[in-house]
């Protein structure tokens, strides 16, 4: 991700109601420049992507869809957002090299990292954090 000027967000949704809030409240953000896209608009998704945004967030569907956006823009951040109770998922890609040997070291560096998964959440309406 790049260090100064505006943020781009790109919003993936399938509801409206989601796709439309996330819109009115991000653009209201200094330094962040939102755009949205709707999910079955394939032809515009595609295009959307091209133009590698910062953040994605990401309407959660069936398929879930996090991990085949990761792959198209790996330098992005992904939030996978559901308009269910429950959590909101951020996702970033770290590549290591297939040898044991980066595996290993990927396994002792996840053992390091302090947990970000929260306990006891009561259900409430989804909450997308960006982070500037």
Do not use: N, W
């Amino acid at each position: 991700m790049q260090g100064d000027g505006p943020i781009s967000v790109l919003i993936l949704y399938s509801h409206p109601l989601l796709g439309e809030g996330l819109v009115g409240m991000l653009s209201r953000e200094p330094g962040l420049v939102v755009s949205a896209v709707r999910m079955d608009d394939v032809e515009a998704v595609q295009l959307a992507l091209d133009l590698a945004p910062q953040v994605v967030i990401a309407e959660r569907s069936q398929p879930d869809r996090a991990v085949e956006i990761l792959e198209l823009v790996p330098e992005a951040l992904i939030i996978d957002l559901s308009l269910a109770p429950g959590p909101t998922f951020a996702y970033r890609r770290d590549e290591i090299s297939t040898l044991p040997e980066s595996v290993v070291e990927a396994i002792r560096q996840a053992s390091r990292r302090p947990c970000t998964r929260r306990q006891g959440l009561a259900p409430g309406p989804p909450k997308a954090v960006v982070r500037r």
